[in-house]
């Protein structure tokens, strides 16, 4: 496979079948607007498909990995049923088709992982990450439910406490906080990062592929049981932008003021 439709990602075969593919938006800090999180929802059945491929390794250009929504292409989604019902799909094809793909996938966590950036970071089968990156799932501040990813993984990684406490208020977190939470497998300083990630996918390129791509499977089993609640907060996350809380959240996010949610501060 060539993967020369893409825009917003950039592929590049390395020795023994990885194939290191970095989120390429820099200008934006590789915030997903349509296009790409359309790239990103597809490209793990590619990766999957493709036997030129054994492993995977995502990183992100310039400074973050990630850095959440585009904020236009939320304005563009709010109070929009047709675009709310195709994002849902795609938020569904991007979740299921990383829990599915049949290589291993390492995220390389080089900076702020938010939104689709996050997603991609946790559920990678191993994340090395930035000790100074800053991770988080802000759902909840936009005014919207933590959806896309959340529920489904991160009662897994650290336990019903702590994802009750980071989901409900949306806080943020630094990559060695996330590594002592179980949130992420290793944090590193930010220049050991791709190196590392790197290395185990070397390891897992070389290693027996039946074994590591069957283990896989299996664990994953974990995830494909939590599947309904990942596709009830999917829905809750989608029914959310059709309500008047995220207009004053995205308002708020573009002034960088605290929002007044119509929910919280209903007009007297």
Partial sequence: MTYEDYEQLRFEMQDN????????????????????????????????????????VVTGAGKAFSAGGDLAMVRRMTGDFDRVHHMLGEMSDLVYNMVNCEKPIVSA?????VG???????????????????????????????????????PLLVGMAKARYYLLTGEMLTGA????????????????????????????ATGSQPAIRLTK?????????????????????????????VVEGAAAFEDK????????????
């Fill in 257 to 268: 003021r605290p929002p007044r949610f119509p929910s919280a501060f209903p007009a007297v």
């Fill in 17 to 56: 079948g990885v194939l290191l593919i970095t989120i390429d938006r820099p200008d934006k800090y590789n915030a997903a607007d349509e296009q790409m999180h359309g790239e990103l929802a597809r490209v793990w059945a590619e990766v999957s498909r493709d036997p030129a491929t054994r492993v995977a």
């Fill in 217 to 245: 499977r299996a664990l994953n089993n974990w995830l494909r049981m939590a599947g309904p609640i990942f596709d009830q907060s999917a829905a809750y996350e989608m029914l959310c932008f059709l309500g008047p809380d």
């Fill in 109 to 113: 966590i080089n900076g702020a992982a």
């Fill in 177 to 204: 906080e996330a590594e002592r939470m179980g949130l992420v497998t290793k944090s590193l300083p930010k220049g050991e990062v791709l190196t590392e990630a790197m290395r185990v996918a070397q390891t897992l």
């Fill in 116 to 154: 689709a950036g996050i997603v991609v970071a946790l559920l990678a089968d191993v994340s090395i990450c930035a000790e100074d990156a800053k991770l988080g799932d802000g759902h909840v501040k936009l005014g919207v439910a933590a959806g896309d990813h959340a529920a489904i993984i991160w």
